[in-house]
């Protein structure tokens, strides 16, 4: 798909309406680190922060000026002189710089945020809009709250924005308060009423306050917008904006039916959302579309028989075109008998029918104690527990130690000891910025196995003062995705044993295969 009318530019916000929501504040350094992973992504403009409001915004859009290259980079600005003067200094070096500038416009923010007419209202945005175009040749011009605007005034504002020098106009509904038929109608109405409007690119910014950013950036483009504002992870005000992931696959599967495309290299939208997960904190919901842990897992019988007959059954696009390795069979008590054979078989089992049936029974006996029933479970369940220990690392002693206040001896140190499975012990001891990664390192020293963490969680799985942590870490091997998992009373021992289930399996995999044939006992 070629036609450049089809294009759909994507505008990043993650590093300024995202970053400037609860909980993802960002450092410069962080920034500038993510503004690359968005280059990379191929955003088609990046907004880097509003400079007017920080020393530390004013730092970091700085630095991404001079370095990013690739994607324009764009920095906010009221329609005010001294903040439209910040923008342009903090840009300096850019390749392709945007200066976006807004001012609110629906009665309700004009009577009681801004106390001004609507004839106040247009005067500003034409100074505002004129002043950046006199700094830089890329300039943005944004209605805040353009859904609860009324219509003709909108048009007249955005007429006046264009005369100005504005090149793109962005339509926000900044509080997530319309509906897809609605906005739709809008920017048809807008494409139809506004002056000379083939000279700026349409643009909606929506919020998620009703769960319908998505969708109404979807119904905007159908009305004629070409870019579309929005968030890795949706992150942002109050409930998010529109998830840049979500709607980017929207457009690639659904490619008939909106005939529209953009520029992001799909692959690499796991590995953003994951670096922008560790950097801010946090975490991902399990069921998020595209990203989320669940995205391409299937544990219901129905669904994994489906798969292994045919992947178009159950997932409308490849996990490998997004950023995940593979799709996951999870094993758990939905899961079915064709299931588990399936991945007995990837983990080099061959059973015989009454065998498979006895351990399919042992299964679903342990698959009703246990949330997920990982693959060390289920070389247990053939093989038996003792014969599984010896095909090991396993943890005979472990200490922690941390502490507050960046002395040598109040660094957190971990020290651990190891039966392998030719019986010898080894023990070991390391420092960290953590206790876990203290930990990590200490088993690495061990083990001389070095794991790529990607992602580390600790969850409960039973309730009261003696319940079991579940840790699960995610570590690339070899640049595929492996899961681990540990439970305990003893978070760090969980901790302990999740990154020891990883390096065992990848142990046991450069192994010869095992093939067992006969009944398990």
Same mark, same amino acid.
């Given at each position: 798909?070629?036609?450049?009318?089809?294009?759909?530019? +994507? $505008?990043?916000?993650?590093?300024?309406?995202?970053?400037?929501?609860? =909980?993802?504040?960002?450092?410069?350094?962080?920034?500038?680190?993510?503004?690359?992973?968005?280059?990379?992504?191929?955003? %088609?403009?990046?907004?880097?922060?509003?400079?007017?409001?920080?020393?530390?915004?004013?730092?970091?859009?700085?630095?991404?000026? !001079?370095?990013?290259? =690739?994607?324009?980079?764009?920095?906010?600005?009221?329609?005010?002189?001294?903040?439209?003067?910040?923008?342009?200094?903090?840009?300096?070096?850019?390749?392709?710089?945007?200066?976006?500038?807004?001012?609110?416009?629906?009665?309700?923010?004009?009577?009681?945020?801004?106390?001004?007419?609507?004839?106040?209202?247009?005067?500003?945005?034409?100074?505002?809009?004129?002043?950046?175009?006199?700094?830089?040749?890329?300039?943005? $011009?944004?209605?805040? %709250?353009?859904?609860?605007?009324?219509?003709?005034?909108?048009?007249?504002?955005? *007429?006046?924005?264009?005369?100005?020098?504005?090149?793109?106009?962005?339509?926000?509904?900044?509080?997530?308060?319309?509906?897809?038929?609605?906005?739709?109608?809008?920017?048809?109405?807008?494409?139809?009423?506004?002056?000379?409007?083939?000279?700026?690119?349409?643009?909606?910014?929506?919020?998620?306050?009703?769960?319908?950013?998505?969708?109404?950036?979807?119904?905007?483009?159908? &009305? =004629?917008?070409?870019?579309?504002?929005?968030?890795?992870? =949706?992150? &942002?005000?109050?409930?998010?904006?529109?998830?840049?992931?979500?709607?980017?696959?929207?457009?690639?599967?659904?490619?008939?039916?909106?005939?529209?495309?953009?520029?992001?290299?799909?692959?690499?939208?796991?590995?953003?959302?994951?670096?922008?997960?560790? +950097?801010?904190?946090?975490?991902?919901?399990?069921?998020?579309?595209?990203?989320?842990?669940?995205? $391409?897992?299937?544990?219901?019988?129905?669904?994994?028989?489906?798969?292994?007959?045919?992947? /178009?059954?159950?997932?409308?696009?490849?996990?490998?075109?997004?950023?995940?390795?593979?799709?996951?069979?999870?094993? &758990?008590?939905?899961?079915? !008998?064709?299931?588990?054979?399936?991945?007995?078989?990837?983990?080099?089992?061959?059973?015989?029918? @009454?065998?498979?049936? !006895?351990?399919?029974? @042992? $299964?679903?006996?342990?698959?009703?104690?246990?949330?997920?029933?990982?693959?060390?479970?289920?070389?247990?369940?053939?093989?038996?527990?003792?014969?599984?220990?010896?095909?090991?690392?396993?943890?005979?002693?472990?200490?922690?130690?941390?502490?507050? &206040?960046?002395?040598?001896?109040?660094?957190?140190?971990?020290?651990?000891?190891?039966?392998?499975?030719?019986?010898?012990?080894?023990?070991?001891?390391?420092?960290?910025? /953590?206790?876990?990664?203290?930990?990590?390192?200490?088993?690495?020293?061990?083990?001389? +196995?070095?794991?790529?963490?990607?992602?580390?969680?600790?969850?409960?799985?039973?309730?009261?003062?003696?319940?079991? /942590?579940?840790?699960?870490?995610?570590? !690339?091997?070899?640049?595929?995705?492996?899961?681990?998992?540990?439970?305990?009373?003893?978070?760090?021992?969980?901790?302990?044993?999740?990154?020891?289930? +990883?390096?065992?399996?990848? *142990?046991?995999?450069?192994?010869?295969?095992?093939?067992?044939?006969?009944?398990?006992?």
């Amino acid at each position: 798909m070629n036609d450049p009318a089809a294009r759909v530019r +994507i $505008f990043d916000t993650s590093l300024r309406d995202g970053e400037q929501s609860p =909980g993802c504040s960002m450092t410069a350094a962080q920034k500038l680190r993510f503004a690359h992973a968005l280059a990379e992504l191929g955003v %088609d403009a990046l907004e880097a922060g509003f400079p007017a409001s920080s020393d530390a915004d004013r730092d970091a859009v700085r630095a991404i000026a !001079r370095e990013v290259r =690739g994607s324009t980079v764009a920095t906010l600005a009221r329609c005010h002189e001294g903040d439209i003067d910040a923008c342009a200094a903090a840009l300096e070096g850019a390749a392709h710089p945007r200066i976006h500038v807004f001012i609110s416009t629906s009665p309700l923010h004009r009577e009681h945020k801004l106390g001004l007419s609507r004839e106040q209202v247009v005067e500003r945005a034409v100074m505002g809009v004129s002043r950046a175009r006199r700094l830089v040749d890329d300039v943005e $011009f944004s209605a805040e %709250d353009a859904l609860r605007t009324e219509p003709e005034f909108l048009a007249e504002i955005c *007429s006046a924005a264009i005369a100005a020098g504005a090149t793109t106009l962005n339509i926000p509904d900044t509080v997530g308060y319309t509906t897809p038929s609605e906005i739709r109608a809008l920017f048809e109405y807008l494409r139809a009423n506004v002056r000379d409007a083939d000279r700026a690119v349409f643009s909606a910014h929506c919020h998620n306050d009703l769960g319908l950013a998505v969708a109404n950036s979807l119904a905007a483009i159908e &009305g =004629g917008a070409r870019q579309v504002e929005c968030t890795i992870n =949706g992150i &942002g005000e109050r409930a998010g904006n529109c998830a840049l992931e979500e709607l980017v696959m929207a457009l690639r599967v659904r490619s008939h039916y909106y005939g529209a495309h953009t520029r992001i290299d799909s692959r690499r939208l796991v590995p953003t959302s994951r670096l922008l997960s560790r +950097i801010t904190g946090m975490a991902v919901q399990r069921n998020k579309a595209v990203v989320g842990q669940n995205a $391409f897992a299937h544990e219901s019988g129905i669904h994994q028989h489906g798969m292994l007959k045919h992947r /178009g059954t159950y997932e409308i696009m490849r996990p490998e075109d997004v950023g995940w390795s593979q799709s996951q069979m999870v094993m &758990g008590r939905h899961s079915g !008998r064709a299931a588990l054979a399936d991945r007995l078989q990837a983990l080099g089992f061959q059973l015989e029918e @009454a065998a498979l049936n !006895r351990t399919f029974a @042992a $299964f679903k006996t342990l698959a009703e104690k246990k949330r997920e029933v990982f693959d060390a479970d289920l070389e247990a369940l053939v093989l038996g527990s003792d014969a599984v220990a010896h095909r090991g690392w396993r943890l005979s002693r472990l200490h922690v130690s941390t502490g507050a &206040g960046g002395e040598a001896d109040t660094m957190p140190t971990a020290s651990v000891q190891l039966h392998g499975a030719d019986g010898e012990t080894v023990s070991e001891a390391a420092v960290g910025d /953590g206790p876990v990664h203290a930990l990590f390192a200490a088993l690495a020293r061990a083990t001389g +196995i070095e794991l790529d963490v990607d992602s580390y969680q600790v969850s409960s799985v039973t309730t009261g003062d003696d319940a079991q /942590g579940q840790a699960q870490v995610i570590a !690339r091997v070899d640049g595929v995705e492996v899961t681990g998992s540990g439970t305990s009373t003893d978070i760090l021992e969980a901790s302990a044993h999740a990154w020891l289930d +990883i390096a065992n399996r990848q *142990s046991r995999a450069r192994a010869p295969a095992v093939h067992r044939h006969a009944a398990i006992a």
